[in-house]
């Protein structure tokens, strides 16, 4: 399968069932993981930490963290979904009421002016509209013809803060906003080449949904943008430690059928928000511009500072950094409550990579609130080295720091000729705790020192099981546990 621009995510979950037809049914699996997830949650204990006067005061301006609600993944004709998205459904069916009058525009007419008030579905023709920035209000749809046949690409003039879609107003919040059936270009063409292509905070994106309540986003493609193609954000970035997260995130938004590529940081991402599906996309090639050139941290598919309760399901990512990252910088809280089914990672440096930076090592704290993640039915297709990131050793998995994970259902496939350089395929590290990994067929690392490897050390993980496991031509040592670590388990474990 070649995933370049010719590729369309409505094959995602096909080709996705085809790695798991030796394993358990989809809806099998899905309850399977859902019970693991749930008798393991059962036993968090909160890491208990001195708050400082400092810490007290930085409330004032972030909110403290709220209790986690867990919920269900359900499976319906097929198909995954959370138990929470008939939400979605309902508010659904009261924006279609809302904007039921309809408001025609063609290439040359000002958009801003049709969209003006909302409470409309704003039709576009087929072409191309030369924009400066978008701001869609309340109680809108906004609809092009289809990517490729609608073209919403920024001015050369325009600011590289802009935007080429946005809510209208970030402070006080927007809600009940479709955007469905066009390209979005940010035109990166337009800076210098040498120059860094972000501008700071949650600026500089193809599509950025900041405050918002009530959002879709369907069948759009987004090309080259300064920062990320699709960004469900707070009004701000928050970076005001582990613990705090920022106000003003989005809540309940989906994003479905969308591609993305060219991009400065991230496909896909998700800040300080809640209650966010991402479905049937496809992030490929990113540009990594905004980073220095060999340590762009470019993500298919994000779920960053602060996020919770995001469901990523039927996704697919090429040539990025990582495939699927969750996690968080170290002085914000990590993205928490998060639920993989379905995904193809193909040639990303790290396909899968669970990390809350600046909580790693002995020396540094630990994360208060990395917990609660699941992955079913997750693929790697030859993780690389790249020039995004030159530093970074390819990794089919990697889970550094969280706790309560369960990963039920992992396709690792390599070519046997790539140099992998003795090091593990996969990795469980760096006080990661209570990790259920099950269903796991890897093969052909040949070159690879281990296909997982749990480490040891000061920074080891902990509690740790490994069940229902093949590895053929994996390295050396197939599967390695570090004689130190505290609850390591093994079942049906087997190489070739």
């Not at 928050?238 to 309940?252: C, E, V």
């Not at 609130?369 to 790249?386: D, E, N």
């Not at 040592?477 to 079942?491: C, M, N, S």
């Amino acid at each position: 399968m070649q995933f370049n621009k010719k590729y369309k995510p409505d094959q995602n979950a096909a080709l996705i069932d085809s790695y798991f037809a030796d394993s358990k049914p989809l809806e099998e699996a899905v309850a399977e993981t859902n019970e693991l997830f749930f008798a393991s949650a059962a036993s968090w204990q909160p890491v208990k930490t001195r708050k400082s006067l400092f810490d007290r005061l930085k409330s004032l301006w972030t909110k403290k963290e709220e209790p986690i609600k867990l919920h269900r993944t359900l499976v319906r004709k097929g198909t995954a979904y959370p138990d929470w998205q008939p939400v979605l459904d309902r508010e659904f069916d009261e924006l279609q009421k809302k904007a039921a009058a309809v408001v025609h525009v063609k290439p040359g007419d000002n958009l801003q002016k049709a969209l003006s008030g909302g409470r409309k579905t704003v039709q576009l023709a087929e072409g191309e509209y030369i924009v400066d920035e978008l701001h869609i209000p309340s109680n809108t749809i906004f609809r092009g013809a289809g990517p490729g046949k609608t073209i919403l690409k920024l001015r050369d003039t325009a600011p590289k803060r802009s935007f080429v879609v946005t809510n209208e107003n970030h402070v006080k919040g927007n809600h009940h906003i479709l955007i469905e059936g066009m390209t979005l270009d940010w035109a990166l063409e337009r800076l210098r080449p040498e120059e860094k292509s972000a501008s700071g905070n949650n600026r500089s994106s193809c599509l950025t949904l900041a405050n918002v309540t009530y959002g879709w986003v369907k069948n759009c493609d987004a090309v080259n943008p300064g920062l990320h193609c699709y960004d469900v954000s707070s009004t701000l970035y928050d970076y005001s430690g582990d613990g705090h997260r920022a106000r003003g995130g989005s809540r309940f938004v989906w994003i479905d059928g969308c591609t993305g590529s060219g991009f400065g940081d991230d496909g896909v991402t998700t800040h300080h928000s809640d209650y966010i599906l991402i479905s049937n996309c496809f992030m490929r090639d990113p540009s990594g511009r905004s980073h220095k050139t060999g340590v762009s941290n470019s993500n298919g598919f994000e779920v960053d500072d602060g996020s919770r309760s995001v469901w990523l399901v039927n996704n697919v990512s090429a040539r990025c950094f990582g495939g699927v990252e969750a996690k968080a910088h170290a002085t914000s809280s990590a993205a928490a409550n998060v639920h993989i089914i379905g995904h193809l990672s193909q040639n990303d440096n790290r396909s899968y990579n669970f990390r809350h930076i600046g909580h790693h090592s002995a020396e540094d704290p630990e994360s208060k609130t990395a917990r609660f993640l699941t992955a079913t039915r997750i693929v790697s297709i030859q993780p690389v080295y790249t020039n995004l990131y030159t530093a970074s050793k390819p990794r089919a998995l990697t889970v550094s720091a969280y706790r309560h994970v369960v990963i039920n259902g992992l396709r690792a496939i390599a070519d046997p000729a790539y140099d992998y350089k003795g090091l593990p395929a996969a990795g469980i590290q760096y006080k990661a705790r209570y990790v259920h990994v099950q269903d796991i067929v890897m093969r052909d690392f040949v070159t690879a020192g281990a296909g997982l490897k749990v480490f040891g050390g000061t920074n080891r993980a902990e509690y740790v099981t490994i069940k229902n496991a093949h590895f053929a031509n994996c390295g050396k040592k197939p599967i390695f546990i570090a004689k130190e670590i505290t609850g390591a388990v093994l079942e049906n474990v087997t190489t070739a």
